[in-house]
């Protein structure tokens, strides 16, 4: 059994809160009527534990929410479903009360734990093929129920937001529409192999909550059908059901968010807020419950009158720019600014001359020590300049061993000298041509290597300027694993750069 110390920690680590709340927005939401929509509740809420039959004989334990009758019994009628933050964590009281806004207002909610946690039996596998399964299942037994429309909706944060991203491309047949908060593209590169290289801040969760993954992900440190098959984005085509996103350009699966809305742009719509990881409820901005409630209401209980987003992108400009509206991201307008890093430090339109410099790899955790990573900064910028989109850095890099860690991290740095962190990027060099293979490169030849960053709505004030560092470490977030010795970057005329993607 799992200590249950540990996982209300990781619980609260990973989801902040367990779903919508009123709103407590500190910035004015934009003007449409998305985000404002409410309806007044209709039902009380009748609660009871039940099982869901699986194909394979198996079962999972769940709590139904159903729109309850002024006597407390279930009202009649039939009522659209929703999959409420289908996890492994065990919290079916807390999400019951979060869900309890929609069951109010005429939707069945049910809360159920993944196989393998709770009281539902079996391995628990986190987003395998086997809970995909399952989550399918579920679905479609919620949609046969005589109380049920056959409509059903599936919502939830991180493991939930991973979970019905993932049930939407197997394609149930009920599955109207879904609202991931904080999910992914693709498992691999969005959490456990960051370019290539493992995320050593993944496995405290990794211990608490299904602890064979620290052998079996180990396993398999190339991309293969094993993570193919815990992936969105190798089933891109699949997505096809309407997907509200909820991010937040302060979340660690930003970049598998905005990756979802441009493969899927006809289908999917973005909202990104100035969040941390979980729901937005309670944080700087919130946006409420209203644009949850018109998402199910359009396409769950096909009521009319429930909007869409006036815009398919609705991004908060941080760090304190407010909301902005586009049709596309990046938006349209935006421009590539090309940066070359110099020799001397500078990091400017027109770098200096072609040289070289080196540093020493890292091999000790968050040792940071001087000489082990280089740092190229612009002057102070004359006036507010707004990065919308990702940033993409070329390192012209040599190593004298058989392979290398990249890390490039993207600072503001404010005039008294304070750095904010905006987005960074990581590559494993031998994981160049893709993840899918290693090439091991050969010391002592140079190589181009292209990085890509989180992307990222952010304002740089004027006054402050951008530094960009380049190391082969940055633990937590990567594991501390390039092997020792030496890495030359090509700078100046001809060398390393970066692009902005500005507004």
Known sequence: MRPVKIMAALS???????????ATTDTPLPPDPFFSYDRPAEYGVHKERITVPLRD???LACDLHRPAAPDGTPAPGRFPGIVYDYNAYNQLEAQGRAAAYFVTRGYVAAVCNARGSGDSPGHLDPFSPQE?????????????????TGRIGQTGVSYGGHSSLLVAVNKPPHLAAVIPVDGISDWYENTIYRGGIYSARIRDWQR??????????AQHPLYDDFWRGRSVKSRWQDLDVPVLEIAGWYDRYRQGMVENFQA???NVWLVSGPWVHGWPA???ADIGNGAYLAWWDRWLARRPGAPLPAAKVTSYEVPGAGWRQFDSWPPAGTRQVRLGLSADGSLSAVPGAAATRTFEVNTKPAAGGPGQRLEFATGPFPRDLVLAGDVQAKVRASFTATDGNLAVVVQDVAPDGTATRITQGWLKASHRFGHDRAVPVSPGKTYDLEIRTWPTHYRVAAGHSIRVTVSSDDYPEIDSDAPAGQVSLRLGHGGSNIRLTTL
């Open 57 to 59: 004989g198996s079962h």
């Open 282 to 284: 309670g944080q700087p």
């Open 12 to 22: 609260a680590a990973f989801t902040l809160t367990c779903g919508p709340a009123a």
């Open 208 to 217: 608490a909550t299904a602890p064979d993954t620290l052998v079996t992900y």
């Open 132 to 148: 995909q399964r399952d989550n399918y299942d579920l679905i479609e037994w919620l949609a046969a129920q005589p109380w049920s």
């Open 264 to 266: 899927r742009e006809r």
